[in-house]
């Protein structure tokens, strides 16, 4: 049985245009130990899915899916106290926003400490041992001083440390990391990085790693799943998803990326031109169809999801697979 | 920390001395004071006399410090009409009025709060609208009618409450209703929408997506975080509640601070009114202060640089 099974999860948003499809129809499963990568641009709806798993979406957003099961779990059935038992104990949420998503009024420890007794019984001493001690696997230095010290007398990179080692409180079974490191200067970037994948190994967990960063992807994930506009345009692992990208935004993503040694400096990358189409209303069709090259009349109707070979799989009417790049 | 209370306490202390020059200047600026001492029927000589007895002949800024030397050891020299030292007559009324005060700004919190909160957390519901339509009431609402109308209703139809006085605690129920009435919009608007702001806020994702009960999530990550405007305009009520005591100590008959203002402005009862405006607006620096002080205990964010 998969960890977390996610069959056609939909999020629609009332707004005072109509209803916004934000998410149409998103469907994967992931085992322990794997690492998903959700890619997209922002308004891809990624942040969206992965914030629904939590069940934690701006209230007035209407959540549906024909299955969403964490460890056998029903989520959709499940009720307010157990889905606040599983949250920060078995399934747990690393934010983007290393500055705001601290409260500015309690020290560190405290709200490090917090998660681990909401969820276990220990006490206070042990639980500050837990965090002293997963400060200090996220490379913080001097970490016990650190659990006196309030949010604001920390660095933005110090602060995403925080945020991962009060995600790992509880060993989760399954952490969502949602660009974790965005917030961050490039170097602090790979060190994270680095360290969220061995943790993952270390301990176990599956890791969703929510990121509009291809160049993340390809170092931390053994699945991809590429979102536009509210769906999953390509899926697969991210050995056929980088060998042999398929679907024309994906590629149109690959290519907007730098590669070592091939792209010189100061060249520009391709971009893809156009936008993201509104999603208000109803949606036929491709939803990149406005700004693919390859559009043709069929692209306006129903696009199925085709299986292009062991997990791969992509929503487009295009027959040929890409080639690797 | 400290550097941060002696800046707040220099701000207050300034505040303060600039308050005792305008108070002392409003009245020497609103006339001749002996002229207005001696009375209209007197002759230019006891005018004189007047004058050299109350050292109004002296130059302006040696009364000033005269009286500020007075009234820092609380000597504000003696009423022009009662026969009694300002000191006594103040000292006598103003328990009165501080525990009018008191009670009203307790009660205004202890109503506005929980709803401010409440109203946050039904957004759009029938409480956060009903919430509503009482702050639009209660702003207008004149505390004069709202207190006529408590003692119509509590102390002549249901004799639950005496009508007026100061005698005992049951004489300052109503007055401290009336008093509150007015604080407890601003009260409860600012904590609605001080909630509404935090509880958007991602750390309040965060507290959630660590499995933190509601309660929890309510009250110790949200509240202390919506509080602090509270706290600040709860000190600025304070001081919109020491004027108010002077219509609702009026309409309820209560010998405080108010009513004795209200007595010395009829009397052109000068040293009276000086220190009464010197007190209040004291002790509304002081609270001023005080929710500082309060708000970097909330806020570490003030209290550590
Ligand atoms: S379905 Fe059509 S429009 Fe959409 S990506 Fe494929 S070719 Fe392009």
């Known amino acids: 049985m998969a960890l977390l099974e996610v069959d056609r999860l939909t999020i629609d948003i009332p707004t005072e245009a109509g209803l916004l499809h934000a998410v149409g129809g998103v469907s994967f499963t992931l085992e322990r130990g794997e690492t998903l990568a959700i890619v997209g641009e922002s308004g891809s709806g990624k942040s969206l899915t992965s914030l629904a798993l939590m069940d934690l979406l701006p209230s007035r957003a209407i959540r549906k899916a024909a299955t969403l099961r964490f460890d056998g779990i029903d989520l959709m059935a499940a009720g307010e106290r157990q889905k606040e038992d599983l949250r920060g104990d078995r399934m747990a949420m690393i934010f983007q926003e290393p500055m705001t998503s601290l409260n500015p009024a309690y020290t560190i420890g405290d709200q490090l400490t917090e998660a681990l007794r909401r969820h276990r019984t220990v006490s206070a001493k042990a639980a500050r041992e837990r965090a002293v001690h997963l400060l200090e696997r996220v490379g913080i230095t001097a970490a016990a001083s650190r659990l006196g010290q309030y949010p604001h007398q920390l660095s933005g990179g110090l602060r995403q440390r925080v945020m991962i080692a009060m995600g790992l409180m509880c060993e989760p079974d399954l952490i969502i990391a949602d660009e974790p490191t965005t917030a961050l200067d490039v170097t602090i970037q790979a060190q994270i990085l680095r360290l969220l994948r061995d943790l993952q190994q270390e301990f176990g967990m599956a890791l969703i790693l929510v990121t509009h960063d291809l160049g993340v992807v390809a170092r931390v994930a053994t699945k991809v799943a590429v979102m536009y506009a509210g769906r999953l345009v390509e899926t697969g692992t991210v050995r056929e998803v980088f060998g042999a990208p398929s679907h024309p935004y994906t590629r149109g993503l690959l290519r907007s990326i730098p590669v070592p040694g091939r792209t010189r400096p100061g060249e520009p990358l391709g971009t893809i031109p156009g936008q993201v189409p509104g999603l208000v209303g109803d949606v036929f069709g491709c939803a990149f169809r406005n700004r693919c090259d390859h559009a043709a009349e069929a692209c306006a109707g129903a696009i199925p999801e085709r299986l292009l070979g062991g997990n791969h799989r992509m929503a487009c009417i295009l027959e040929t697979v890409g080639s690797p790049q | ?305």
């Open chain 2, 1 to 305: 920390m400290l550097l941060y209370i002696l800046r707040r306490f220099g701000v207050a202390l300034s505040v303060a001395l600039t308050v005792s020059i305008v108070a002392f200047l409003l009245l020497h600026l609103s006339g001749d004071l002996a002229l207005a001492i001696a009375g209209p029927e007197a002759s230019p000589a006891q005018v004189e006399q007047v004058r050299i007895q109350y050292g109004l002949d002296k130059p302006l800024a040696v009364q000033y410090l005269d009286w500020l030397a007075g009234a820092l050891h609380f000597d504000f020299g003696r009423s022009f009409y009662f026969r009694e030292t300002v000191a006594a007559l103040v000292a006598e009324r103003m328990p009165v009025t501080m525990t009018l005060g008191a009670i009203a700004l307790g009660l205004a919190l202890l109503v506005a709060i929980p709803l401010g909160v409440v109203a946050a957390v039904n957004r759009g519901g029938w409480i956060d609208r009903a919430a509503l339509v009482f702050c639009v009431l209660g702003q207008a609402i004149p505390t004069f009618w709202l207190g006529l109308t408590l003692i119509l209703v509590f102390a002549v139809n249901l004799r639950w409450l005496p009508v007026s006085g100061n005698a005992t605690w049951a004489h300052f129920v109503m007055p401290a209703i009336a008093l509150g009435w007015y604080a407890v919009p601003a009260v409860m608007r600012l904590t609605r929408n001080g909630m509404l702001d935090v509880l958007a806020s991602d750390y309040i994702r965060t507290a959630r997506a660590k499995g933190l009960r509601w309660p929890t999530v309510l009250f110790k990550h949200a509240l202390r975080n919506a509080v602090v405007p509270v706290v600040a305009l709860a000190a600025v009520q304070f001081g919109f509640m020491l004027g108010g005591s002077i219509v609702v100590e009026a309409v309820f008959s209560m010998h405080g601070l108010g009513h004795l203002a209200w007595e010395a402005i009829g009397r052109k009862d000068f040293p009276v009114v000086q220190a009464i405006v010197l007190l209040l607006a004291s002790i509304y620096i002081g609270l001023t202060f005080l929710a500082d002080l309060i708000n970097a205990w909330l806020d570490p964010r003030i209290r550590v640089a």
